[in-house]
């Protein structure tokens, strides 16, 4: 079946610290892929997507993430993080079909 | 950046109740979809609709729930009797060239609270 993991519930961290939030898919055939943003009270903004060529995906607010087909992953990372980075990430990934299925989604808690 | 727009932000309502959410999606987008997302779990698919017809529901989406695009620019959910479990933020999306193609835009979201 297909399916999209997080394996990250919560993921606390202290500012200017380095981020990667975990994502891995079921799927053998083609993939787009995409991490959402959820900030508290607001509704979910795209951070970035792949859908072919590089691999390394570089977003918006500094964010890049890694597709490693070979792992079936879509890494999310960001080398220094700030207290606005609060917030929580879906890994999203499209099958080839007319809808999103998302992972469960990490709680990114930066400490000042 | 073009918004998705969705009212209300919160409805309450009885159980066994009808309710309507409402949706009006970026105005030269085709492909619309509704999604939910109960607290504490995941972002789930409810159904997709293009050229007036769904073309994708999910095994949530049952005889309780429909669709409709009324006018030119609503996109409705309706809940014809609603249950404790209905309870959750549904999200409208909707895009220009379908969801294989490009990204999805989403509203703010609704609040439905069942009581």
């Known amino acids: 079946a297909q399916s999209v993991s997080q394996h990250n519930h919560h993921v606390i961290l202290s500012e200017a610290a380095s981020l990667e939030l975990g994502c891995n898919y079921s799927y053998g055939g083609t993939v787009n892929l995409f991490w959402y943003v959820q900030y508290p009270g607001q509704h979910l903004q795209l951070l970035l997507k792949y859908f072919s060529g590089d691999p390394l995906v570089k977003g918006i607010k500094g964010f890049e993430a890694e597709f490693i087909k070979s792992k079936f992953s879509f890494n999310l990372r960001k080398p220094s993080v700030q207290w606005s980075d609060t917030a929580e990430y879906f890994c999203?990934?499209?099958?080839?079909?007319?809808?999103?299925?998302f992972g469960t989604g990490t709680r990114l808690t930066i400490i000042p | 950046e073009p918004e998705v727009t969705q009212t209300p932000s919160h409805q309450v309502t009885q159980m066994g109740q009808e309710v309507i959410l409402r949706c009006v999606p970026i105005s030269n987008h085709l492909y619309f979809y509704w999604y939910r997302q109960i607290l504490g779990q995941k972002v789930e698919f409810l159904v997709s609709f293009y050229n007036n017809e769904i073309s994708e529901k999910s095994e949530i989406f049952d005889d309780q729930f429909s669709v409709e695009r009324p006018d030119g620019s609503n996109f409705t959910l309706k809940i014809r009797s609603t249950k404790l479990e209905d309870s959750a933020m549904y999200f409208c999306a909707s895009t220009g060239q379908g969801a294989t193609n490009e990204k999805l835009f989403f509203g703010s979201g609704t609040q439905l609270s069942v009581l």
């Open positions: 999203a990934v499209n099958f080839g079909n007319e809808k999103l299925t």
